[in-house]
């Protein structure tokens, strides 16, 4: 199993370009997230999706879109680029552990710069 | 006040020594609680989880949760250089469940 994986590893863009982040994962999760990572600032939820279908966001959702397109993949849209867009973004997929704990697993992450 | 805390560091510690690491979270209701290991340029990894009060140990690392002071820490034993990494505390969104929060880090650096 490749576990999750993202495309591109890394990408420059110029402030108002658009572009497409891609995720997928192998196995057979029903809720995916993309998160974006600032130094000193961990892990911020952008928008995640419980199931195949449906899309929700989190805590820094402005900037961004998302398709969850079937239950593999969620991709992760920057319709017009800003510099402060700059970060390493992480796409994840979760599984149950056990009761109610969910372990979330995450893909390389793509490093994005916006100049 | 931020909903998941955790000191930056870097908290520096001799190998073979103890290393605690702590996080304080503000949502009450929370259940589940994390600690993903994060390598410099690396994905976090999950490396441990807890969710009722007391410890929970998993060879050199150990859990401890207290719900009511609102306080998750993990102790790594025999500190290895190996262990330096960042060491995200995360923690569930009440009513959410497959929501995490996470706190900006912890980095250890163990020094042989």
């Known amino acids: 199993n490749a576990g999750v994986t993202q495309t591109p590893k890394f990408q420059v863009l110029k402030t108002g370009q658009s572009m497409t982040l891609q995720c997928a994962q192998d196995?057979?999760?029903?809720?995916m997230y993309w998160y974006r990572q600032d130094p000193g600032m961990g892990l911020r939820l952008i928008y995640y999706s419980a199931s195949e279908g449906t899309t929700d966001k989190g805590e820094v959702p402005n900037g961004y879109n998302v398709s969850r397109l079937n239950k593999r993949e969620f991709s992760l849209r920057l319709e017009s680029a800003a510099p402060s867009q700059t970060s390493v973004y992480f796409c994840?997929?979760?599984?149950?552990?056990?009761?109610?704990?969910?372990?979330?697993?995450f893909g390389p992450g793509t490093r994005l710069t916006v100049t | 006040q931020k909903e998941v805390e955790q000191n930056s560091g870097p908290l520096s510690v001799p190998e073979g020594a103890i290393a605690s690491l702590n996080c304080t979270y503000s949502?009450?209701?929370?259940?589940?609680f994390f600690w993903y290991r994060q390598y410099s340029g690396k994905s976090p990894e999950l490396i441990m989880f807890i969710y009722s009060n007391g410890d929970k140990e998993d060879g050199r690392f150990t859990a401890q949760l207290n719900k009511a002071s609102q306080y998750v820490s993990l102790l790594i034993r025999d500190s290895q250089p190996s262990d330096s990494a960042t060491y995200l505390c995360?923690?569930?969104?009440?009513?959410?469940?497959?929501?995490?929060?996470f706190g900006a880090g912890t980095r250890l650096a163990v020094h042989p």
């Open positions: 995360a923690v569930n969104k009440s009513g959410g469940y497959n929501k995490l929060i």
């Open positions: 994840a997929s979760s599984d149950l552990i056990t009761g109610h704990t969910y372990e979330q697993y």
């Open positions: 196995m057979n999760h029903n809720s």
């Open positions: 949502d009450r209701g929370s259940q589940s």
